[in-house]
């Protein structure tokens, strides 16, 4: 039964979500709906997420603790170089991160965080995981960016995931 329906309740939910936005409850939109709930979820099985094994689910606190901070202290050092871009413009640059980092959840958590810290960008990921391109809105020192972003981000996820 798993092998036809890999996630039931996906497929529940897209039926129902084709019949109400075709507001329509005949027998055409009904297998057409029962078609797209039974499809879908085969032809995107190889896009689902891999099981997640958290090793040190403790960590996970002191990891959101910091990424809160950077939040914080990053809109306030984004802000203030927006604002004095006149007189001394950013040192936007890009840097490349080595990674030792593999698994794919916990780069997929590390994307989000870098996402979310404002003044880093997700540009790239070499094809195989070894080094992530950054580009960072104002940089100084390029090796001490590089060695916090490691120890802030990538050593809690690689306790977290590996």
Sequence with gaps: MKRLFPAPWLSLALWLLWLVLNLSLSAGNLLLG???GLV???MMRPLRP?????????VILRLVLRVGQDVLVSNLLVAWGVLRAGRCPPR????KVPLQLRDANGLAALSMIT????GTVWSELA?????????VFDLDDEARFIQHFKA???????EIFE
């Design 152 to 158: 802030a981000y990538e050593r809690p996820l690689m």
């Design 127 to 135: 094809l195989d995981r070894s080094v992530l391109l950054l580009h």
């Design 34 to 36: 029962a078609l797209l």
């Design 92 to 95: 936007s640059r890009f840097v």
């Design 115 to 118: 996402t979310v810290v404002p």
């Design 50 to 58: 891999l099981p997640i094994r958290i090793r040190r689910p403790g």
């Design 40 to 42: 879908a979820p085969l």
